[in-house]
């Protein structure tokens, strides 16, 4: 989704930093083999994940929502040398095609797989996280935010994708859309939560970054 026009965002993207190499291929494949590919990050929002997590220099990252991997490699770019990212999806047909990307990167070592519901998984995760990335099904978004909110350090950052939900966020929401439904509440929750303070980027189709305090 396009917030500036097209020709803008192209000059956009085309002063950005490339994707490596690895990414491209992960990209190509995903697109030949796996339906909805369109959920990858994608390079432009992957080179801000980067960036974001080279910023941030994290020890430990939690990722909720894997998909092919694409965003995981991205933010372990900026990872410390002893650090872990931890990354749950539910669909378990994808574990053997993120892994093979997982290993074809300096990270693969470190980048740990959970296969199952993230709300029975990250209770059980007996770790502080600098950095969350939030990247799954938009009705747990609440969810997900209370059972992180006390595993993060102080000065951790929690990044939420897809909080504008294709401009749904601003238009008249039909009954049964419980997606865009969760996504007003948890947009509600993070401006108004005492113990965060956020701003929303217009990037895509929104990406929050909270800063835990």
């Not at 990212?85 to 074809?104: G, P, S, V």
């Not at 935010?145 to 939420?160: A, Q, T």
């Amino acid at each position: 989704m396009h917030f500036i026009p097209e020709a803008l965002d192209q000059y956009v993207i085309n002063h950005t930093q490339k994707e490596p190499d690895l990414l491209q291929r992960l990209t190509r494949e995903t697109y030949q083999k796996i339906l909805q590919p369109r959920m990858l990050s994608g390079p432009y929002q992957g080179r801000v994940l980067s960036m974001l997590s080279k910023l941030i220099n994290p020890k430990n990252i939690l990722e909720i929502g894997t998909y092919t991997g694409y965003s995981a490699l991205c933010l372990a770019e900026g990872m410390q040398k002893n650090g872990i990212l931890h990354t749950i999806d539910i669909n378990e047909e994808l574990e053997m095609f993120q892994r093979k990307y997982f290993d074809l990167s300096p990270y693969g070592k470190r980048i740990l797989q959970h296969i199952g519901d993230a709300t029975e998984i990250i209770p059980d995760l007996d770790f502080k996280f600098d950095l969350v990335f939030i990247d799954a099904d938009k009705p747990n978004y609440p969810a997900y935010f209370e059972l992180i909110i006390d595993k993060m350090n102080p000065g951790g950052v929690i990044l939420s994708d897809n909080v504008l939900w294709s401009g749904k966020v601003i238009q008249k929401i039909d009954d049964d859309d419980i997606s865009t439904k969760a996504l007003l509440v948890y947009n509600k929750l993070l401006v108004e939560d005492k113990r965060v303070e956020t701003v929303l980027l217009p990037i895509r189709d929104g990406l929050t970054v909270s800063r835990v305090l």
